[in-house]
């Protein structure tokens, strides 16, 4: 009997699971982060009001995208965590790098595939204005003639 309401639970837990490669998240970055930044950036006073231990992985999001470009930008540089505390090693590094990249990439080009659809109406308002100038042009020389 038990049983019933905490399948029910499973199944409404379950389309709140966040997008962008979960599992890649909770098995290789997640584990990266609570090792070297929730320290410093997790429930207890986060530094600069950065919180990776709810860090959102939709890239889609541009508060989340930036967030992470920032964390890349950081931990690339070798300032996060800082240089007094234990450091990542350069295989966690890497894997956090390219992980964030890769998510950055993706956005980047569903962006880019939207972007050509507004581009296209762009250059047609364009034509028109051609048009519309042209027409300007021809007026004026037939006026100036
Ligand atoms: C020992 C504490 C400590 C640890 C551990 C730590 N940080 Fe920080 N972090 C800070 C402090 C303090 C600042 C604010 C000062 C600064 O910007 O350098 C900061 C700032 C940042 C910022 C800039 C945020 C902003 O909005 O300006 C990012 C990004 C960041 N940390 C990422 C990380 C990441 C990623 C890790 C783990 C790899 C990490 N930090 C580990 C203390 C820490």
Do not use: Y
Not at 103 to 110: K, Q
Request: overall charge positive; proline content about 8%.
């Amino acid at each position: 009997m038990a049983r019933v309401p905490l399948l029910l639970c499973g199944a409404l837990l379950l389309p709140q699971r966040l997008p962008a490669a979960p599992t890649d998240f909770d098995t290789r970055i997640r584990p990266i982060i609570v090792r070297h930044c929730v320290a410093c950036h997790g429930a207890e006073k986060p530094k600069r009001d950065l919180r990776l231990d709810r860090i959102s992985t939709d890239f889609n999001d541009p508060a989340t995208l930036v967030k992470w470009q920032e964390v890349l930008k950081r931990v690339a540089a070798g300032e996060m965590p800082p240089k007094a505390k234990p450091q990542p090693t350069a295989a966690e590094i890497r894997t956090l790098s390219h992980w964030i990249s890769a998510g950055v990439r993706a956005a980047e080009a569903r962006r880019r595939a939207e972007g050509r659809v507004v581009l296209r109406r762009l250059n047609r308002v364009e034509d028109e204005n051609r048009i519309i100038r042209l027409e300007r042009i021809s007026s004026d020389e037939w006026r100036g003639s």
